[in-house]
């Protein structure tokens, strides 16, 4: 799974260049993210990129209140064409939710330690999303919201935990954000491809507080 990022440092002229978008409006820059707050992506629209504030935790567009039990901040890969939740936005409504790490927690004994991963090169992370909007009927309210798609965990992130977010890698940025592409079948296959660019390292318990923030989240520990 994928439970807390960081977006920490994610630099407007890296964006600009990576996603070619012409502008980025300001984003929460935190590195302890967790669902609920809003979070920054990339998503196509008529042929022009644009850099959006999604919420984390989707909320699909049948849905009565924004209050649906179940919301949810992953999607695992598996079921992207089976579930209700997700299986209109993997059609059409597809992003790249940015950061620049994640944490994962591994259970050692009574304790779980968590886990700083990050591209070794330092890129920019772009995970696999998936979008939706919400409009409540009654006041005109919109709410627009997102997920992020995990997969099975491959080596390094195994040693740690079953699940990682989906990478991207930028060969595969186009496919991923043209809504004219339907062929849900080629974009599971390219979630699926190993992704050999992360490093990772222990880091304190106090990153597992949502509320703790600020650099000692990614010091390394032990």
Request: aromatic share 12%; glycine share 4%.
């Amino acid at each position: 799974m994928c439970g807390r990022i960081s977006t920490a440092n994610l630099l407007p002229d890296d964006i600009s260049e990576l996603f070619h978008v012409s502008s980025v409006p300001t984003f929460l820059q935190s590195y302890n993210v967790a669902p609920t707050l809003h979070i920054p992506a990339i998503r196509e629209q008529n042929q022009v990129r644009s850099l959006v504030n999604f919420r984390w935790g989707l909320i699909p567009h049948w849905a009565r209140d924004k209050q649906i039990k179940g919301s949810s901040f992953n999607a695992r890969v598996e079921t992207l064409t089976q579930k209700p939740f997700f299986r209109d936005s993997i059609k059409s409504k597809r992003c790249i939710v940015l950061a620049t790490g994640f944490y994962e927690w591994q259970k050692q004994g009574d304790v779980k330690q968590p886990y700083y991963i990050y591209r070794a090169d330092n890129e920019p992370l772009a995970f696999a999303g998936l979008w939706d909007v919400w409009v409540d009927k009654v006041t005109g309210e919109t709410l627009e919201s997102c997920a992020i798609i995990t997969v099975p965990a491959t080596h390094p992130m195994a040693e740690i935990h079953e699940r990682m977010p989906a990478v991207l890698e930028a060969e595969f940025f186009d496919t991923w954000l043209d809504p004219e592409f339907k062929e849900t079948h080629v974009l599971q296959d390219i979630l699926r491809m190993p992704i050999n660019a992360l490093a990772m390292y222990p880091v304190s318990t106090y990153v597992s507080n949502s509320r703790n923030e600020g650099k000692r989240c990614v010091e390394r520990f032990m």
